[in-house]
């Protein structure tokens, strides 16, 4: 009987379609069937004959399967789903036949009947394993092949023959949109090795098997290699004109965020990621375990993955602020599972709030008693700001004046601002914003360091880093967009670069950074090696299996275009205005000895800039940030949604007026100490 036959046979049958405890009644039956047969192949093998005399133990034939079936539903062979069938299945059925055995000699043995040749029983275990588990492997593999997938193009390559890979396969091989038809491993030791039928290559051999096979797809399968080496190897697949996709990482793997099938497209930290440094766990815990946090834009990029590694380390309390109430729902939900996850006592607060409330503020660091704030509040898309100037100033260095002056009221220990490589030397608003925000801290760090009478003070210190991988405003979510819908991919310039560094590391660097704090340390992170943008967007085309459209390829699938650079947007950034750089006991982490201003000329700049903003007039503003921000010169293509005005009047009292004369009476208090 050839398989096309039994194919059509089961098929009228249709197996398939019936329902399981059918199924189970069919197995059941077969091996009511199958179990004699194996007896009377077993004593034809011994005797030699297709005809051996059986008259004088007959009995033998319907006590075989009466003592087998009851074990095999006792070990629940009959619950296994066949077509999943796997190793444990199998040993369930070698131990039920070696068992079935073992009672049936004894019978025989007991009963006192002669001419039961010993030998049989052994004959009769083997073809007893080979007839019930191979029926079985059978019924496996008709069932695969029904299910088997009719489009070839989804005919993949794993990389990666370890416990993940082979994981993977299980996976794939029951699905009905993949044929996984190769393993590929760089391990030696492993290459011409057979798993589960399928064949481990080296990865020389892929353009050859792409070509043999008509693979589409390789999927990654090394969770727990370094990030160094899934970069070269993301690198080598590259050129070869396949998709090239990926499971999830280790620590989702472990903490149950994924599981191994979740296959998803390569991670843009597999591209430019680096390997983190092992974190400083006394750095890491001394401004937050068993102390009330603070996070300020806490559903922001940077803000929610503060919120991720500090609720690990153990805080007494964790406030998440955040202006947005969607963002603030969604990571307020995941922060509790988080504190599920670890196991931690942390009480989770969630609060609205605007950082420009300093009443609100001040009565929220009050209330909770806070030791620890981490200012990510800010907005710092770089075109939107260009065209929202006075939301950028309210929010930007209000919104971190009035934070501060919280924090400094209250006594808080520690406020860490989260800072840009894009306030050195700015040449749009975000960044004039953000580095007369570092000058307010600068400022009131001298106040506190000249004043005599305090026991306990703020400790204020900034961190400055560039571009974080897969933040709001990253141009690699944007890049994925364009290629799924066929391109073009917008590049603004051919020349542009950035440094780039995942959200994860540059949150615990922060971390760390903030814990290392005397007071007004601008601390500057090492982002490693700048990033060309373009090659980056070329790598995500080939990594889809993709081919760039260009005047030597005019065939090609994606086209790159370029824009030309947005209003305020720079060909390289940097991270330090001078020269100056400490290290620090952080491999990572310098020390920039940054120029300040005394509070009292902060407060007189403020009292303008407030003045300015309450007309709404962008070109005061403009002249006021680049009169004092070092190397800003001012746009002269901003286009404010605002009417501009450039009368100031003068008269208008304001709140920093108030903050001027409590500051005065602070300093007042320091010449003349009670």
Same mark, same amino acid.
């Given at each position: 009987m050839n398989t096309d036959y039994l194919s059509m046979l089961i098929n009228k049958l249709a197996l398939e379609k019936l329902p399981r405890s059918a199924k189970r009644l069919i197995m059941l039956t077969a091996d009511m069937l199958i179990i004699p047969l194996a007896l009377w192949s077993a004593f034809c093998l011994r005797l030699g004959t297709l005809t051996p005399d059986i008259s004088v133990f007959w009995w033998m034939f319907p006590l075989a399967p009466l003592i087998s079936i009851p074990l095999f539903i006792r070990m629940g062979l009959y619950h296994a789903v066949v077509r999943f069938m796997g190793t444990d299945a199998m040993y369930a059925v070698l131990k039920g036949v070696t068992i079935s055995t073992l009672l049936l000699a004894t019978l025989v043995l007991l009963s006192g009947v002669k001419g039961v040749p010993r030998s049989v029983f052994f004959i009769y275990w083997g073809v007893a394993v080979l007839y019930i588990g191979g029926t079985r492997l059978l019924m496996r593999s008709y069932f695969y092949a029904l299910t088997r997938p009719k489009n070839t193009q989804n005919i993949y390559a794993i990389y990666g023959a370890g416990e993940s890979g082979i994981q993977l396969y299980h996976a794939l091989r029951h699905s009905h949109e993949a044929i996984p038809v190769a393993f590929v491993d760089d391990d030696k030791s492993l290459q011409g090795s057979v798993i589960q039928g399928v064949k481990v290559y080296p990865p020389l051999m892929l353009p050859t098997l792409i070509a043999e096979y008509g693979i589409s797809q390789i999927l990654l399968a090394m969770p727990s290699v370094s990030r160094a080496r899934r970069r070269a190897i993301? @690198?080598?697949? /590259? +050129?070869?004109? %396949?998709?090239?996709?990926?499971?999830? #990482?280790? $620590?989702?793997?472990?903490?149950?965020?994924? @599981?191994?099938? /979740? +296959?998803?497209? %390569?991670?843009?930290?597999?591209?430019? #990621?680096? $390997?983190?440094v092992v974190p400083d766990a006394l750095l890491l815990e001394q401004c937050i375990r068993h102390k009330n946090v603070m996070v300020t834009g806490a559903g922001g990029s940077i803000g929610s993955e503060l919120c991720r590694q500090i609720v690990q380390l153990g805080p007494k309390c964790l406030i998440l602020y955040e202006l947005s109430e969607y963002a603030l729902y969604a990571i307020n939900n995941e922060i509790q599972k988080l504190k599920e996850t670890y196991k931690q006592s942390t009480k989770i607060i969630s609060l609205l709030g605007n950082v420009q409330d300093q009443m609100h503020l001040e009565k929220v660091m009050r209330t909770y008693n806070v030791n620890t704030v981490y200012h990510a509040a800010a907005y710092k898309h770089v075109p939107l700001v260009e065209h929202n100037i006075v939301e950028a100033i309210k929010n930007n260095i209000f919104g971190t004046f009035h934070a501060a002056l919280a924090a400094k009221n209250t006594n808080v220990e520690t406020f860490v601002l989260i800072s840009t490589d894009k306030?050195?030397?700015?040449?749009?608003?975000?960044?004039?914003?953000?580095?007369?925000?570092?000058?307010?801290?600068?400022?009131?760090?001298?106040?506190?360091?000249?004043?005599?009478?305090q026991k306990r003070y703020t400790r204020f210190c900034m961190v400055r880093f560039g571009n974080v991988l897969g933040s709001s405003g990253s141009v690699v979510p944007l890049f994925r967009e364009q290629i799924q819908n066929g391109g073009p991919v917008t590049v603004t310039h051919p020349d542009i670069i950035r440094y780039f560094m995942t959200i994860p590391e540059a949150a615990q660097l922060v971390i760390q950074a903030g814990a290392m704090g005397k007071n007004g340390e601008v601390f500057v992170l090492d982002m490693g090696e700048p990033v060309k943008i373009?090659?980056?967007?070329?790598?995500?085309?080939?990594?889809?299996?993709?081919?760039?459209?260009?005047?030597?390829?005019?065939?090609?699938?994606?086209?790159?275009?370029?824009?030309?650079?947005?209003?305020?947007?720079?060909?390289?950034?940097?991270?330090?205005?001078?020269?100056?750089?400490?290290?620090?006991?952080?491999?990572?982490?310098?020390?920039?000895?940054?120029?300040?201003?005394?509070?009292?000329?902060?407060?007189?700049?403020?009292?303008?800039?407030?003045?300015?903003?309450?007309?709404?007039?962008?070109?005061?503003?403009?002249?006021?940030?680049?009169?004092?921000?070092?190397?800003?010169?001012?746009n002269n293509e901003i286009k404010s949604h605002y009417i501009n005005h450039s009368t100031l009047d003068s008269s208008n009292k304001t709140s920093i007026d108030d903050n001027i004369i409590e500051l005065n009476k602070n300093t007042a208090n320091k010449n003349n100490p009670t």
């Open positions: 993301v @690198e080598e697949l /590259e +050129v070869l004109p %396949v998709h090239v996709r990926t499971i999830p #990482g280790m $620590d989702d793997l472990v903490y149950g965020n994924a @599981e191994v099938n /979740e +296959v998803r497209e %390569v991670d843009i930290e597999d591209l430019l #990621g680096r $390997d983190a306030a050195v030397r700015p040449t749009n608003i975000m960044g004039a914003t953000k580095r007369f925000a570092e000058l307010i801290l600068q400022g009131l760090t001298k106040q506190i360091s000249s004043s005599k009478n373009l090659d980056l967007a070329k790598q995500m085309v080939h990594l889809t299996g993709l081919s760039i459209k260009d005047e030597k390829n005019p065939d090609g699938d994606v086209e790159i275009e370029f824009t030309g650079l947005r209003p305020g947007e720079k060909l390289y950034e940097e991270l330090l205005i001078g020269e100056n750089a400490a290290g620090t006991q952080h491999p990572r982490i310098m020390q920039a000895d940054e120029a300040s201003l005394p509070i009292e000329e902060i407060m007189q700049i403020l009292n303008k800039l407030e003045k300015a903003i309450q007309q709404y007039a962008i070109e005061d503003i403009v002249k006021i940030l680049s009169t004092y921000v070092s190397g800003y010169l001012g």
